[in-house]
Antibody
Framework: EVQLVQSGAEVKKPGESLRISCKGS????????IGWVRQLPGKGLEWMGI????????RYSPSFQGQVTISADKSISTAYLQWSSLKASDTAMYYC???????????????WGQGTLVTVSS | DIQMTQSPSSLSASVGDGVTITCQAS??????LNWYQQKPGKAPKLLIY???NLETGVPSRFSGSGSGTHFTFTISSLQPEDIATYYC??????????FGGGTKVEIK
């Protein structure tokens, strides 16, 4: 069974760093793109970027380039999303999701993690 | 970047009704469009990819059509479990994938 299990909710202060994780199981982690999607409270979906764990090829939405870092450790089938200095406006739910092979270059997502709620508040 | 305008933003229909949602792209995106369903408190679920292809396991009452700038998503016979927010998502300009604003579907 394909599963993406994300790390738990986080409460942080502005300026702090954070890394959240997404562990894949039940499929070949290195051969499927993983994407990250943000959902602000009560709002719609925003695509952040993708990574191909096999070679760590990473692509960012211009809106998130330089704001976050996407990485993966294929030895433990885990993808990461990290911030070096959080802002209150980063408060959101963050989802990781796996792209099926029929969506080349990771442009659609068939399995999703449960989401990680990040709250940034002083 | 490519803007995706969904309409309506919300709708209310009776069980068994047909429901149609439209998604307008700000420029030609060929058939590079997906549709997702998101139920409250849950992650999105892929329903349609490449504008008209039904994802495996998705009921056939869901369908999509369109190309270029105008796309439609249809539920042929609304069921109580279809209560959700639906999003279109374009991928013509990787890595500038964008979602529409969403359409909230409720039961009348």
């Amino acid at each position: 069974e394909v599963q993406l299990v994300q790390s738990g909710a986080e409460v942080k202060k502005p300026g702090e760093s954070l890394r959240i994780s997404c562990k894949g199981s039940g499929y070949s982690f290195t051969t499927y793109w993983i994407g990250w999607v943000r959902q602000l409270p009560g709002k719609g979906l925003e695509w952040m970027g993708i990574i191909y764990p096999g070679d760590s090829d990473t692509r960012y939405s211009p809106s998130f380039q330089g704001q976050v870092t996407i990485s993966a450790d294929k030895s433990i089938s885990t993808a990461y999303l990290q911030w070096s200095s959080l802002k209150a406006s980063d408060t959101a739910m963050y989802y990781c999701a796996k792209a099926p092979h029929h969506c080349t270059n990771g442009v659609c997502y068939d399995f999703w993690g449960q989401g990680t709620l990040v709250t940034v508040s002083s | 970047d490519i803007q995706m305008t969904q309409s309506p933003s919300s709708l209310s229909a009776s069980v068994g009704d047909g429901v149609t949602i439209t998604c307008q792209a700000s420029q030609d995106i060929r058939n590079y469009l997906n549709w997702y369903q998101q139920k409250p408190g849950k992650a999105p679920k892929l329903l349609i990819y490449d504008a008209s292809n039904l994802e495996t396991g998705v009921p056939s009452r869901f369908s999509g059509s369109g190309s270029g700038t105008h796309f439609t998503f249809t539920i042929s016979s609304l069921q109580p479990e279809d209560i959700a927010t639906y999003y279109c998502q374009q991928y013509d300009n990787v890595p500038e994938l964008t979602f529409g604003g969403g359409t909230k579907v409720e039961i009348k």
